[in-house]
């Protein structure tokens, strides 16, 4: 997090009914709603990605048919919130392969009413077709869930053009805020089709209440010292302007991904036409032989963390995060790590990875 | 909130899956068992003190009939959320006065399952009879939810010797740390009853889940600039030590209510045996002509914010917050505005609050 952020937690608490709070609130939501794509309302949350994610599906789903593509830990996640609301299908690929669209049509010609996607799937490493996902539930008429925690504020989210109904970003990620805070976006085809019973700390009619009176105010008690630093992580992001920002997360995955190729190690996941690696996290599988906690400890013995893999894939890949407020520096201090790590637990690197990634730096 | 609290946000994001955020949530749970007045289990969850109250109802009392007892706007929202997740009964009082716990026996003898309480009922200024309606429940097997928002940390909360199977705390009042965090624990008896389908954000089980592995973490990524602000804020209430801490809150209120005596302004609780003024927030009844407004503003004026009424009691009363990291230079000052006002606004005072205050903190 750049110091200004985190500078703007020390001040004194401020009364979250007054006018300046509101201030920081509409500045939120006003710099958020352009990296979302949206003109849709905009609520800023008290809670992390998974409290916007609840929101998404306990306001809009609860009873309905529910298609969850799923190709990773956080599309498994939106599915099993959608159990608890809805009637939940899981489309499910091999985590890091391409979503089958095939089978998200068939689902909404048999009635799926809702569909979740996680545009940025972190757990694995790709990008997700969240435009071809909106057009289909244009077709049929169904509202889109879109998990954009990992790619608002760092990569293209055009909501609106997609017909993203709902979208939820989280503030740590891209934004460069301290973890705590989730942003959600609501169309007005998603509030018609508000469901109930809904969830009460996160019940978006009473966001929406609170934030369109004469003051722009929270329902409950916001964490206010987050609220102060996510706007002034906003103001960071409207000052390097969003398209420069997302070019800059392009050209440190590009980095990335170049060093891969001259290391010849393999990205993880396996992408098409529709699929992408995603340019805020890239997931290299190990190459055979190298111990995930013993590479990884090496990394960490120079003060620089990556991280493994979850779940099922504990072991088999290591991630590099390029997302939020980081640039050049940061990414050839890791490559270097990562590739006198490989050395030393096994792997002969092919090329020279840091040199090919201030190629693309430089 | 104290200058320790507050600069403990300032530093660099940590892992929030390692050694040292374990550590600070350990610190946290520990300190805050005792303020508590408890053994159970207690977790911290990223949200207001309305997420924990949900967190409370939402696993533990889907389907159940649950008596709500209500004297004031939280136990109305106790009531308003649990009739989201089960079958409701409100015991309404008129706020501000006795809870009627004949009726609330009948309702235990009638089969409820559950019962809600505000401990310290901040919106009308009254403390009302855990104990005793602790007693009620373990009579009747029913769980016990107690609402000690506002006065854990600052008034005497005896969880376990009550009876109370889950109590809920939040970080901004008495505990002074920032606003975003709340505090929940959970006694065998309750474990035994969770209910299902439960939230899935505050799920409890998760967060059982996620405190009792090698590390203690949290489900979802925390607001980790706020763990470690609490943590801070817990470490201030350890080394003053909780009675005398109790004891100061204690002395703080007794000299706003000597203030109210002198002046001839009314309290506006009705309290009785088994009521009592709240420790924490003082209720007044507004002397006949004031203006609810112009008096605030003319106390805002001098740098001092003190509360208004709530919903119907807008313009009828005000209130004088005695909670957390405040002292007599902030009453005295806060007694002598109010003194002021009160004249510039047509009342004239029986005699001087401010010195009566001062006998009492001198």
Chains 1, 2 share one sequence.
Not at 133 to 152: E, N, P, Q
Not at 161 to 174: N, T
Not at 294 to 320: P, S, V, Y
């Amino acid at each position: 997090m750049p110091e200004r952020v985190r500078a703007a937690m020390v001040r004194q608490a401020i009364n979250h009914r007054g006018q300046e709070f509101s201030t920081v609130y509409a500045d939120c939501v006003r710099i958020l709603k352009e990296a979302f794509g949206t003109t849709n309302d905009l609520f800023v949350v008290s809670g992390s990605g998974t409290a916007a994610m609840e929101a998404a599906v306990g306001n809009f789903g609860r009873g309905k048919k529910i298609a969850c593509l799923v190709n990773g830990k956080f599309g498994e996640r939106l599915f099993k919130i959608a159990q608890r609301y809805g009637t939940a299908t899981e489309i499910a690929s091999p985590w890091g392969t391409p979503l089958d669209l095939g089978r998200l049509e068939e689902a909404l010609a048999g009635g799926a009413e809702m569909v979740t996607l996680v545009h940025n799937e972190t757990s694995a490493g790709i990008k997700n077709p969240a435009r071809k996902v909106g057009t289909l539930c244009r077709k049929y008429d169904a509202l889109f869930v879109m998990d954009g925690i990992t790619s608002v504020g760092g990569d293209e989210v055009s909501a609106d053009e997609w017909g993203a109904d709902v979208v939820v970003a989280g503030s740590q990620k891209c934004l460069a805020a301290p973890a705590g805070l989730s942003a959600i976006s609501v169309s007005a085809k998603a509030w018609e089709r508000m469901t109930e019973p809904r969830p009460f700390y996160l019940d978006l009619a009473a966001y929406r209440k609170s934030a369109t009176g004469k003051l722009m105010e929270t329902p409950y008690t916001p964490a206010v010292p987050l609220f102060l630093a996510l706007r002034e992580a906003c103001l960071i992001l409207a000052e390097e302007g969003l398209s420069a920002r997302i070019a800059r997360h392009r050209r440190l995955a590009d980095a990335v991904r170049a060093a891969a190729g001259a290391w010849g190690v393999s990205l993880f996941p396996k992408i098409d036409a529709d699929h992408a690696y995603s340019n805020t996290a890239t997931a290299f599988s190990y190459p055979a032989g190298v111990d995930d906690s013993a590479f990884r400890g090496t990394i960490k013995k120079m003060g620089i963390e990556i991280a493994g893999g979850q779940d099922h894939l504990k072991g088999r890949i290591f991630r590099i995060g390029t997302m939020g407020a980081i640039g050049a520096p940061e990414v050839l201090a890791t490559l270097a790590a990562v590739q006198y790590a490989l050395r030393k637990h096994g792997f002969v690197p092919k090329g020279d990875g840091v040199m090919a990634a201030a190629e693309v730096l430089g």
